[in-house]
Nanobody, 122 residues
Framework: QVQLVESGGGLVQAGGSKSLSCAVS????????LGWFRQAPGKEREFVAL???????NYADSVKGRFTISRDNAKNTVYLQMNSLKPEDTAVYYC????????????????WGQGTQVTVSS
């Protein structure tokens, strides 16, 4: 059973930074593509960023240049560094693992964390 546990959420002022972490259990971490998604109140879950097993990255246009995704295979952890935060970044952030296909489609991701709330005040 693969488990993902996010941490690092909280309240931050607009323009500030926050770093999220996601610890992933299991022995196959290095073979997974890993993604971050978010869901704001009243909105559908949306793609934020992904990192493939080879380390290539992809970002939603709304966060490109502000967010950075990274992974540490030795620690079974994926990170999301968020800079220049805006009130519209307020959402529950989820990390997810895709064992077969790397992409922005949430259906590729078999394993999901419980989410961590990020609130950006104006």
């Amino acid at each position: 059973q693969v488990q993902l546990v996010e941490s690092g959420g909280g309240l931050v002022q607009a323009g500030g930074s926050k770093s999220l972490s996601c610890a992933v259990s299991g022995r196959s971490f290095s073979t997974y593509a890993l993604g971050w998604f978010r869901q704001a109140p009243g909105k559908e879950r949306e793609f934020v960023a992904l990192i493939s097993k080879s380390g290539s990255t992809n970002y939603a246009d709304s966060v490109k240049g502000r967010f950075t995704i990274s992974r540490d295979n030795a620690k079974n952890t994926v990170y999301l560094q968020m800079n220049s935060l805006k009130p519209e970044d307020t959402a529950v952030y989820y990390c997810a693992a895709a064992p077969r296909i790397s992409g922005t489609y949430s259906g590729y991701y078999d394993y999901w964390g419980q989410g961590t709330q990020v609130t950006v005040s104006s």
